[in-house]
């Protein structure tokens, strides 16, 4: 992802930068208001105590996260906070809270790969234009991409969080992730990023291919 905004020269560099900079800013802080608001909705009140649900970047955003995310291309936001005791239904709770954040992610993956291809209809060529057309690229495709990786069954991330709560209390797959789960998924990132990348891809062109169709 960066090196096609290393792509672009001068004033064009800027204004897809500045695209990029704002789809981080945005998707992160949806994901975790989805868990927020999901947390809340399911009878606890942390979140809102803590002002989570809530669109507001300010109260999602961490900044070294956002600046590894913007430099590197791999970052974090705040995470919520929640008590599942006060959840109306435990487990129901934590697994729609759990899957929430993912849920947000392919929601506007779906949608921004939408007004995408709209946008490449548009023959004007201008800043104004070009400006959109990154935009909802970058909110398409990172999007998938956080979607996907959040999903991993890896502890701490979301999907490690769903499947944990639908298991056994403490067995053998749990332990052994709240023990190497983030050296895991250190490793991960750095040798497998190609796995990643078909993971991500088995999720992105079915998306592309209904908005390629359609238009």
Avoid at 38 to 65: E, F, W
Avoid at 92 to 111: D, R
Wanted: proline share 3%; aromatic share 22%; charged share 10%.
């Amino acid at each position: 992802m960066l090196f096609f905004i290393d792509s672009f020269q001068g004033i064009d560099f800027l204004i897809v930068s500045l695209a990029y900079i704002l789809v981080i800013v945005i998707s992160l802080s949806l994901h975790e208001f989805a868990h927020a608001f999901c947390a809340y909705k399911s009878g606890d009140i942390t979140p809102k105590m803590q002002g989570r649900v809530s669109i507001n970047p300010i109260k999602h955003i961490d900044t070294l996260g956002f600046l590894c995310c913007a430099f590197f291309g791999f970052g974090w936001a705040k995470p919520v906070q929640i008590n599942p005791n006060n959840f109306r239904n435990i487990k129901k709770g934590i697994g729609w809270t759990s899957v929430a954040g993912v849920l947000m992610n392919l929601f506007l993956a779906f949608i921004s790969c939408g007004f995408y291809y709209l946008f490449l209809l548009i023959n004007v060529q201008n800043y104004f234009i070009l400006f959109f057309q990154q935009f909802f690229y970058f909110m398409y495709f990172i999007n998938v991409c956080l979607a996907v990786f959040n999903f991993l069954p890896i502890y701490p991330l979301d999907g490690f969080k769903f499947i944990e709560n639908f298991s056994s209390y403490n067995n053998s797959y749990v332990k052994f992730m709240y023990r190497y789960g983030s050296i895991i998924l250190i490793l991960l990132i750095i040798f497998f990023d190609n796995l990643l990348f078909k993971l991500i891809s088995y999720i992105a062109l079915p998306i592309e291919l209904f908005w390629s169709i359609l238009f």
